[in-house]
């Protein structure tokens, strides 16, 4: 992997070019989150004509089903599952969280019981590479300790400890080969153990850098506190990673404090709930006062969705729980995501980001109307949660 810094604008924001196996991918960038190797309703020529660059899958998950051995033996994820451009798998550290229930973690790694099945299994750094190298991902992350919040200080020092020592053991563990593999910053809300993560993880020398731990319930201001914290800490030649969020007007604030990389469920998830994201904010296809709106969702989008469908058509497809609406409701959320990443890329390589951002704010009305920016991202909270 090779990441080349294209140009960072004033407000901090990035753009660049990541280099992997599998394609050249475009920074800033959104992943959509195909937790089993999916991206719930759609096929991967659907995700590419969405704007799709990168997908990211889940290490936890595929080790319990199918297995990671079985998708090695078949040719791989890329393979497995029909998609042949880059791929970036979580290391499961988020659902040892998630799970606590199931879970029992101790410094050589995570003893849990399947939520499927109950059976025993033990995670450790050394076998979360093992199995992201099985899978043929393009990029990886350290298996990390995660704490939700609230957390104490000294309890959040453990798992600082402990996340720098699994990262340790992560690099010494990585087989020679072409998969990249980045370190996760941990600390919570505490600046000064953010920087002391930070400082260690760069010390390492990742391929890459993820902020972690974030969009668990910590007051809004805590998390760009922690988010600014952690990048100024960051070599400026490598990527930049913040895990599991958010809302469109969240990729802004975290492209404003230099992050190269998003990935999060809401676009996704809030297509099934019959919610679109759109240039002027949010619109809920369940209300009865677009019952005969012949307007396409967005008149501003040009994805498949708003090209040939109205918002009534849209709203009998989900209040007759027709599938067809799920797709063309994901369809339009991942457009829109990528679509304002893309904006924004263009905007910082002409020096214009400040002015972009205040487009897309004006669209959605003052602080993000219908935009609520207390919706926390996620990787999948529930066992079997996914996009």
């Known amino acids: 992997m090779m990441f080349t810094l ?8 990035r753009a660049g070019i990541l280099a992997t196996p599998h394609g050249d ?14 991206v719930k309703t759609l096929v991967p020529e659907e995700l590419r004509e969405a704007g799709t660059q990168i997908l990211l899958s889940n290490t936890y998950h595929l080790h319990l089903r199918p297995g990671a051995g079985l998708i090695r033996s078949l040719g791989g994820l890329h393979r497995f599952m029909g998609w042949d451009g880059p791929i970036l798998t979580d290391s499961g550290g988020f659902q040892v969280m998630s799970l606590s229930e199931f ?4 410094d050589g790694g995570v003893h849990f019981r399947s939520h499927l099945d109950g059976s025993g299994h033990y995670l450790t750094p050394e076998g979360a590479v093992a199995i992201q190298e099985d899978l043929g991902t393009d990029i990886a992350m350290c298996l ?21 020592a699994w990262a340790d053991r992560s690099l010494s563990s990585l087989r020679a080969g072409d998969m990249a593999l980045f370190g996760i910053v941990q600390g919570g809300i505490y600046p000064d153990l953010r920087r002391q993560c930070a400082d260690a993880l760069v010390a390492m020398g990742f391929d890459g850098y993820s902020v972690g731990g974030l969009a668990l319930g910590e007051p809004r201001e805590e998390t760009w506190a922690a988010v600014q914290t952690t ?17 469109p007007l969240d990729l802004l604030d975290g492209m404003e404090r230099g992050i190269d990389l998003f990935d999060c469920v ?5 297509a099934r709930n019959g919610t679109l994201f759109t240039s002027r904010g949010r619109l809920s296809i369940k209300t009865a006062s677009i019952r005969e709106d012949s307007d396409p969702p967005d008149p501003d ?6 090209r040939n469908f109205s918002r009534a058509y849209l709203r009998h497809l989900y209040t007759t729980g027709e ?10 959320n991942l457009s829109y995501y990528h679509q304002l990443v893309s904006g924004a890329r263009e905007a910082v390589l002409a020096g214009a980001f400040p002015a972009y951002r205040r487009s897309v704010e004006g669209g959605w009305g003052e602080a993000g109307e219908g935009g609520d920016r207390s919706e926390n991202g996620g990787r999948g909270e529930s066992p079997d949660a996914g996009s």
């Open 144 to 164: 990390d300790d995660v704490r939700s919040f609230p957390v104490e200080r000294r309890d959040m020092q453990e798992a600082v400890v402990r996340t720098l």
């Open 25 to 38: 991918v475009l920074t800033p960038v959104f992943m959509p989150v195909g937790t089993y190797g999916a």
């Open 323 to 332: 599938m067809l609406g799920f797709r063309l409701n994901t369809i339009h």
């Open 231 to 247: 990048t100024s800490c960051l070599p400026g030649d490598r990527p930049r990673y913040l895990m599991g969020m958010g809302t």
């Open 6 to 13: 294209q140009r960072t604008d004033p407000s901090g924001a």
């Open 266 to 270: 809401i676009p996704t998830r809030n």
């Open 103 to 106: 879970s029992r973690i101790d």
């Open 301 to 306: 989008c040009s994805c498949y969705t708003c």
